[in-house]
T-cell receptor, first 111, second 115 residues
Framework: SQELEQSPQSLIVQEGKNLTINCTSS?????LYWYKQKYGEGLIFLMMLQKGGEEKSHEKITAKLDEKKQQSSLHITASQPSHAGIYLC???????????FGEGTQLTVNP | DAGVIQSPRHEVTEMGQEVTLRCKPISGHNSLFWYRQTMMRGLELLIY????????DSGMPEDRFSAKMPNASFSTLKIQPSEPRDSAVYFC?????????????FGNGTRLTVT
């Protein structure tokens, strides 16, 4: 099965600081998804990456998939309290099985 | 679009009782997924359907769990009998199709507490 490791497990930053969250796979990634979850709510889809070297941005959040397609990073520029939550990476399995997820990174942004 | 709708939002029940969770996927989406989230195990895929047919139920923990999708706009996840270790947040998600590049859209979940 596809195993995903996220780091760090938790992160506390001051408002305005930049930060990076990493997601590493034990196998080649054929589809890598980033989601955000707020406490008590469902997961919100952020971005999907498929090609090696691909990079996508949405507002102040940028996600990249490395050339070997085994690691992805999520970068937030000039963080704000609204960015706080749990960020999860998810990936499809090579056998066609659908999304499995990493354990998540808990982000706190202090004003 | 209203998004994926789950009910109830919260369920508290006693051990041994039957629990039924409900989900309405986004209209036009052909794939539906049930996940369970706990602190210990994170987010686990229980089962997913494509065109109302169960495709992969390997994540269903045991025979006490069953899921149905009688039509394209409704699915249920049933636990009978429930046990305290079933306490978790259960999420339903849907996607346009089962293709690997089709993002999942999640409901807000049902928080189940079994005492």
């Amino acid at each position: 099965s596809q195993e995903l490791e996220q780091s760090p497990q938790s992160l506390i930053v001051q408002e305005g600081k930049n930060l990076t969250i990493n997601c590493t796979s034990s196998k080649t990634l054929y589809g890598l998804y980033w989601y955000k979850q707020k406490y008590g709510e469902g997961l919100i889809f952020l971005m999907m990456l498929q090609k090696g070297g691909e990079e996508k941005s949405h507002e102040k959040i940028t996600a990249k998939l490395d050339e070997k397609k085994q690691q992805s990073s999520l970068h937030i520029t000039a963080s704000q309290p609204s960015h706080a939550g749990i960020y999860l990476c998810g990936a499809d399995g090579t056998s066609g099985s659908r999304l499995t997820f990493g354990e998540g990174t808990q982000l706190t942004v202090n004003p | 679009d209203a998004g994926v709708i789950q009910s109830p939002r919260h369920e508290v029940t006693e051990m041994g009782q039957e629990v039924t969770l409900r989900c309405k996927p986004i209209s036009g989406h052909n794939s539906l997924f049930w996940y369970r989230q706990t602190m210990m195990r994170g987010l686990e895929l229980l089962i997913y359907f494509n065109n109302n047919v169960p495709i992969d139920d390997s994540g269903m923990p045991e025979d006490r769990f069953s899921a149905k999708m009688p039509n394209a706009s409704f699915s249920t996840l049933k636990i009978q009998p429930s046990e305290p270790r079933d306490s978790a947040v259960y999420f339903c998600a849907s996607s346009k199709d089962r293709a690997l590049n089709s993002p999942l859209h999640f409901g807000n979940g049902t928080r189940l507490t079994v005492t």
